[in-house]
């Protein structure tokens, strides 16, 4: 729609500089094995009738003077058959987002699978014995980054201090919104440390990780007793005793290092942002039983700082001391002892044998409603800037065939909590400032064509669940990279 010719300004000494590579021969003659090599995958691809049908889409849509490249008409989306019903996608510029060929288990089928898997491998599963002398486990610390997050911060922390959280050092970036005021206060409160993330820009350095190398070094981690990095889109769901961490370690003999798997909530026809709380909103999720993709059963982890381990990992901790194999207790979300693969070999996400929910859930809301999602996909990843949440991210994480509603019953506690954090009235004004930022952002975002036809694919109520998706050809690369 638009024409930017600002970079002919650099085309002198560019060309200048082509003409010197040309010059060389080997050089010269490799670029034109590169642009023969392209051209032949190009007619190839044509004689692919998917390929051919996605370049006349293309090529139709730059002829239209009608047809935005913004554009996702439900009239032009191509159809997906799945077990011969035809079931229409949404994707944008007709790009297909192809569904599983195989039904996978929902609902009582899905139950049954998890429960008949957790009776094999849990009869092989030893649980910790109980240490002699129980460790001090008072402080417990998260580490989180965050951008532009500022009106959902007081429900995330109401709630993690209620359950035993005693302190949260966040690393921010680049905020817009009243996120780091928000954090500031509750700094003078006594809840928090915020510092500004010295990740590397130059050097291409992911944020999370320039935060996780400075907070290895903080006082609030060297001094703590516990560690976790979650993000504040993740609760942690403690299904034992009261609820809280005291109550998980005791049931689970004391562990050093404890795993908790993901649960991942949708959507489900949540269109609008309200300042409510999202853990009372979001109750639809993924079944328990989800052995793929591999992102379905991915991990976050609590250490003890006195452990075996040297580095703070986004999903574990890491850079194991050999000398000390002997000291790992590292159990998994049921409290069953995890194989020592598991710390040999970095895994960060659960297998069939070691997948558990008995004790611990870690509910991720990676969506919430899709007015929000807009503002999330403009802020972009916080440890991965380079990859775009749009359509097939909400797509592959809209998991809501089922409902788990355990984490409603640890809700009233942290509502007091957040009573008193409201009392503060400057941080009670700093929240309704980041509601106002948020409500005030969604509306320009709205505004713009391309925000605007992303949400009504998101919306459209015929975008199959996460759970029909096929995982595409590169997934393995892809959730290596998460």
């Known amino acids: 729609d638009e024409e930017d010719l600002t970079i002919r300004a650099n085309w002198d000494r560019a060309t200048v500089l082509r003409e010197v590579f040309a010059s060389d021969p080997e050089l010269a003659k490799l670029h034109q094995a590169a642009v023969d090599w392209h051209r032949a995958r190009i007619d190839v691809l044509k004689t692919n009738p998917k390929e051919a049908e996605l370049f006349a889409f293309i090529t139709a849509s730059i002829d239209s003077a009608e047809q935005s490249n913004q554009d996702i008409s439900p009239d032009t989306k191509p159809a997906v ?15 297909a987002i192809p569904l599983r060929a195989e039904r996978p288990p ?14 094999r491998v849990q009869s092989r599963q030893r649980m910790l014995v109980r240490p002699d002398a129980i460790p001090p486990s008072e402080r417990v610390v998260v580490v989180t980054s965050m951008k532009n997050e500022g009106c959902f911060i007081l429900e995330w922390i109401a709630y993690h201090l209620s359950i035993g959280v005693t302190h949260f050092l966040v690393y921010t970036n680049d905020c817009d919104d009243p996120t780091n005021a928000v954090l500031d206060q509750l700094a003078v409160l006594g809840h928090v440390t915020r510092r500004e993330n010295p990740y590397n820009r130059e050097a291409g350095q992911k944020p999370q990780r320039g935060a996780l ?50 649960r991942t909530f949708g959507n489900k026809g949540i269109h609008r942002y309200d300042d409510v709380w999202q853990t009372e909103t979001l109750t639809a999720c993924a079944p328990e039983y989800l052995p793929k993709p591999r992102l379905g059963w991915g991990f976050k982890s609590f250490f003890r700082t006195d452990g075996p381990f040297a580095k703070i990992g986004v999903h574990r901790p890491l850079h194991l001391d050999e000398a000390r194999v002997d000291e790992i207790r590292w159990v998994n979300g049921a409290g069953r002892v995890m194989p020592d693969r598991v710390a040999l070999k970095n895994e960060w996400f659960s297998r069939k044998d070691t997948i558990g929910y008995d004790m611990v859930t870690l509910n991720h809301y990676v969506l919430r409603s899709a007015e929000s999602f807009l503002v999330k996909r403009q802020r972009g990843r916080i440890n991965h800037v380079d990859q775009d949440q749009g359509l ?7 998991y809501a065939t089922e409902t788990d509603t355990r984490i409603l019953a640890h809700i009233p506690r942290a509502k007091a909590v957040l009573d008193q954090l409201l009392s503060d009235h400057t941080l009670s004004s700093l929240h309704a400032q980041a509601v106002d930022w948020h409500r005030n952002r969604i509306a320009a975002l709205l505004e713009t064509p391309e925000y605007r036809a992303l949400y009504n694919a998101i919306t459209n109520p015929d975008l199959a669940d996460a759970i029909w998706r096929a995982r595409p050809e590169d997934a393995e690369r892809v959730e290596a990279a998460e």
């Open 392 to 398: 097939a991210y909400w797509a592959s994480r809209n």
């Open 81 to 95: 058959s799945v077990s011969n019903t035809t079931i229409p996608s949404v994707a944008p510029a007709g790009t």
């Open 213 to 262: 190398n400075d907070a290895a070094t903080r006082p609030e981690v060297t001094t703590a007793d516990w560690v976790g990095v979650i993000d504040c889109d993740e609760f942690v769901n403690i299904h034992v005793g009261d609820g809280t961490f005291g109550a998980l370690l005791e049931a689970a003999n004391h562990p050093n290092v404890i795993s908790m798997t993901w």
């Open 106 to 119: 929902i609902g009582d089928t899905a139950e049954d699978a998890f429960r008949n898997l957790m009776e």
